[in-house]
């Protein structure tokens, strides 16, 4: 079972930057699809975005496309969420997810979450 730990959430104001990190347990990190999603207060869980298992394809939801980019690093066993330009509505606590199939942008499409981390964007 693959493990999985955000890091890297905060505080910052309107039109900052982040940089989350998701790091997996498993060795065979490069044998999964990963994808990031966010749920804010009182709202759904949401897509952001996805990445192929060697990180030559991704796919972004339209609301955070052109400021964020998804990376990976399969020797590091490690994934990346890089937010620029933040904006208050990003707000949400951030979740990296690993699927054994195919880059989803929905929750079913993964099979291991981690447990979140805050992101908080001030106006």
């Known amino acids: 079972q693959v493990q999985l730990v955000e890091s890297g959430g905060g505080l910052v104001q309107a039109g900052g930057s982040l940089r989350l990190s998701c790091a997996a347990s498993e060795r065979t990190f490069h044998s999964y699809a990963m994808g990031w999603f966010r749920q804010a207060p009182g709202k759904e869980r949401e897509f952001v975005a996805t990445?192929?298992?060697?990180?030559?394809?991704?796919y972004y939801a339209d609301s955070v496309k052109g400021r964020f980019t998804i990376s990976r690093d399969n020797t590091k066993n490690t994934m990346y969420l890089q937010m620029n330009s933040l904006k208050p509505e990003d707000t949400a606590v951030y979740y990296c997810a690993a699927a054994k199939g195919f880059p989803s942008t929905t929750s079913r499409g993964y099979d291991y979450w981690g447990q979140g981390t805050q992101v908080t964007v001030s106006s």
């Open positions: 990445i192929s298992r060697s990180g030559g394809s991704t």
